[in-house]
């Protein structure tokens, strides 16, 4: 048995929130959509007619938001009615790394759990589903129903209808850049939950484009916890094949090459294999974090060092490009010009959340060079948050770098001394290298941390090139 379900709210319009919600209402014409959010701006820019302006780019993301944004889902600042209406709440927020007190640096912040919760149990009328899909440690479900039978047993002693929760986990898989093809598509979904009609009720939802196959249903912590692990060993390969590529660039052999040869072994499979300047995004290094701090928790101090050494290699391996690129460039790279190519943290997206080039800038910064940074969808703003001063207010005195932000990648290689390629976009694989010969002064280098560079046409123009991994360019 199921409930039948009209209207759906969803509490966070971001990453995961907006796009989930749009392909649900594409794959549901039925369902009423109300995405919520405490972010005036961000409600805005969801709204705006511009499809250009939308918040979050993502491919395949403006079609749908055409064909369903006020048809059947809406994004609004409302919160409160859009609660007290919907018979289904999905709550997407945010849940960053603790930056102080118990657990600072490891734990997940749940203030924002905590305050969604706090919101539904005030404001929700009659019975409602809850479901979690922010990504978020184990137990956090049991969180958001302590706080919600609160609020319906202080119901019950003013005399008030009783309200009655049940709570989901559906933690969502999706990967930015290829957000809308994973939710039309995805592996699987999972459902965790302990109330089979809430369960059923979810799951009618899916069916409507999903195989039932696909679908699993399991309790709520083993769903919770599936979450954090597939992250981790998602994040662990990343570690594992960044690990070697030192050895095949001081032995000569090719890390592309042993990713092939070794991901063609079935019980390895090939995805994920391919070695670049860590991993960023919101996801790995948070949940990781988690993973270690519920190990250390349970008195499992092997199994969290055994984790922590993941985030230790992705550090390490961003910490060493660095030391790559002052040694090239003949030890120094105080005031030389460097093009950084690339600033999200993949491509396809406009996300910077714990990027790669945040903390490759910020050491490059710390030598002393400029930095003409450029990148086909993160703004100047967003940069700014991370390394702060720019060039245009930098104290002169100062021996640290600064950077400019460039609108195309010409302007960026305009009397630079290297290129470092920091994020995969297919533009950097035609790169204009005869044109940059002329422009850029040289000895001028090219430093691929994507494999994504034509090596061939940067030698045939005279650039030096370093690239990650490769022996042969060393
Ligand atoms: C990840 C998970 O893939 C997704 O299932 C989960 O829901 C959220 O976290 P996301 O962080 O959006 O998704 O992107 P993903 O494609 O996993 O990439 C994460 C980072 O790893 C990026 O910085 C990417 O460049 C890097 N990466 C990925 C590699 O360095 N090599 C690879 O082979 C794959
Ligand atoms: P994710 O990648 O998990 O989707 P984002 O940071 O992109 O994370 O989006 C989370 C959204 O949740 C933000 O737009 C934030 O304003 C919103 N949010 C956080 N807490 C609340 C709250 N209590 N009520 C409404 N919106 C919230």
């Not at 706080?147 to 209808?161: G, H, Q």
């Not at 981790?232 to 890390?255: K, V």
């Not at 297919?426 to 994504?452: A, G, H, Q």
Request: charged fraction near 25%; hydrophobic fraction near 40%; proline fraction near 3%.
């Amino acid at each position: 048995m199921e409930k039948k379900i009209r209207k759906i709210c969803c509490i966070g319009a971001g990453y995961v929130g907006g796009p989930s919600m749009a392909v649900i209402a594409d794959r549901c014409p039925y369902l009423d959509i109300n995405v919520i959010d405490k972010n005036i701006e961000r409600i805005a820019k969801w709204n705006s007619t511009n499809l250009e302006e939308l918040p979050i780019y993502e491919p395949g993301l403006k079609e749908v938001i055409k064909r369903v944004r006020n048809r059947n889902l809406f994004f609004s600042n409302d919160l409160e009615k859009n609660i007290a209406e919907a018979d289904m709440i999905f709550i997407s927020v945010n849940t960053p790394t603790k930056s102080r007190g118990i657990g600072a640096g490891q734990a997940s912040d749940l203030k924002w759990i905590e305050s969604c919760a706090r919101l539904i149990g005030e404001h929700s009328i009659g019975s409602s589903i809850i479901v979690e899909k922010s990504t978020i440690p184990v137990k956090t479900a049991q969180t958001i129903k302590s706080i919600l039978d609160s609020y319906s047993f202080k119901k019950t002693l003013d005399n008030e209808k009783i309200k009655s929760f049940s709570i989901l986990s559906n933690p969502e898989f999706l990967a930015e850049g290829t957000a809308i093809s994973d939710l039309e598509n995805p592996d699987r979904v999972l459902i965790g939950g302990e109330d089979e009609m809430a369960i059923n009720t979810l799951k009618e939802i899916y069916l409507n484009w999903i195989k039932g196959s696909k679908i699993i249903t399991t309790d709520l912590w083993s769903s919770e916890l599936s979450k954090l692990i597939a992250n981790a060993f998602l994040a662990q390969r990343i570690s594992s094949i960044n690990s070697i590529t030192p050895l095949c660039e001081l032995t000569g052999a090719n890390i592309n090459d042993v990713a092939i040869a070794i991901g063609m072994d079935s019980r390895i499979g090939k995805y994920f294999l391919n070695s670049g300047p860590g991993f960023g995004g919101s996801c790995f290094k948070k949940d990781i974090l988690n993973l270690v701090y519920i190990c250390n928790h349970y008195g499992l101090i092997e199994v969290a060092d055994y984790w922590e050494k993941v985030i230790d290699i992705n550090n390490w391996q961003q910490k060493r490009l660095t030391r790559i690129i002052v040694e090239k460039l003949f030890g120094t790279i105080s005031e030389k010009k460097l093009a950084i190519l690339g600033f999200a943290f993949k491509a396809n997206t406009n996300d910077i959340r714990e990027s790669p080039a945040i903390r490759i800038c910020k050491d490059l910064l710390e030598e002393g060079c400029y930095l003409n940074i450029f990148d086909p969808k993160v703004n100047e703003l967003q940069i700014k948050e991370e390394l702060g001063v720019n060039d245009k207010d930098r104290l002169p005195e100062t021996n640290r770098g600064s950077w400019v932000f460039t609108s195309s990648i010409t302007q960026a290689v305009n009397g630079a001394d290297a290129i470092v390629v920091l994020t995969d976009w297919s533009e950097f694989n035609n790169l204009n290298f005869e044109n940059f010969s002329k422009i850029m002064r040289s000895p001028s280098w090219v430093f691929d941390t994507r494999n994504v560079v034509n090596v061939k046409a940067a030698k045939l123009y005279g650039f030096k090139v370093w690239k990650l991994g490769d022996g042969s360019t060393n």
